[in-house]
């Protein structure tokens, strides 16, 4: 069965610190991976997608993230935070039929 | 070039009630997406439309139907609202239904039964 994990609930980083968020997936074909950011109240806003090709793909906001097959993984990556990306952060799975699966997310807090 | 938009912001219902939301897409998309979201949780695929028919669909039980008319808009509807039902509704569309296109979602419709 299609299922997204992001293990860390929570994560606190400093403003100006590097940041990785975790997300691992399990789905039997290629699959379609996606990061969304969520501010209180608001919708989700597409950082980025992996469709194919190049497993290292770069996303708005100086957000990137790498694709790796053997450890089912698609973590999220920016090299240095700033006070406005407190947010949620979630990692989804699209399958081929257009259902998208979903991580529980990730709330980010920037220290200052 | 307007969003993805939905109506109603927030809503009231009471336990037993049934429920309307709605949703535009993104000017040139003609696939919408529903998702509910529970407090503290990640969205849940509810089902999708395309060319007016529900195309996928996730689990999520009978009492939740919808519709897509000609102009691609959505309507999403809660028969025999219960507590659990309690969550932001988030639609999102999308280009041409059939593999994973990009969603673009609305701020969402926030829906309290009591």
């Known amino acids: 069965a299609q299922s997204v994990t992001q293990p860390d609930i929570h994560i606190t980083v400093s403003e100006g610190a590097s940041l990785e968020l975790r997300c691992n997936y399990s789905y039997g074909a290629t699959p379609y991976l996606f990061w969304y950011v969520q501010s209180p109240g608001q919708g989700l806003q597409l950082l980025l997608k992996y469709f194919s090709g190049d497993t290292l793909v770069q996303g708005i906001k100086g957000f990137e993230a790498e694709f790796k097959r053997s450890q089912s993984s698609f973590n999220l990556r920016k090299p240095s935070v700033h006070w406005s990306d407190a947010a949620e952060y979630f990692c989804a799975v699209g399958t081929q039929g257009g259902k998208f699966y979903f991580g529980s997310g990730t709330k980010l807090n920037v220290k200052p | 070039d307007a969003g993805v938009t939905q109506s109603p912001t927030h809503l009231i219902k009471t336990r037993g009630q049934q429920v309307t939301l709605r949703c535009s897409p993104k000017s040139g998309h003609d696939t919408v997406s529903w998702y509910q979201q529970a407090l503290g949780q990640g969205p849940q695929f509810i089902f999708q439309y395309y060319e007016e028919e529900e195309r996928q669909r996730g689990n999520f039980p009978d009492r939740f139907s919808g519709h897509q008319f000609p102009n691609y808009s959505s309507e999403l509807n809660v028969n025999a609202l219960l507590l659990g039902d309690s969550a932001l509704y988030l639609c999102?569309?999308?280009?041409?239904?059939?593999?994973?296109?990009?969603?673009?979602f609305g701020p969402g419709t926030r829906l309290t039964v009591t």
């Open positions: 999102a569309s999308s280009f041409r239904a059939g593999g994973p296109r990009e969603q673009y």
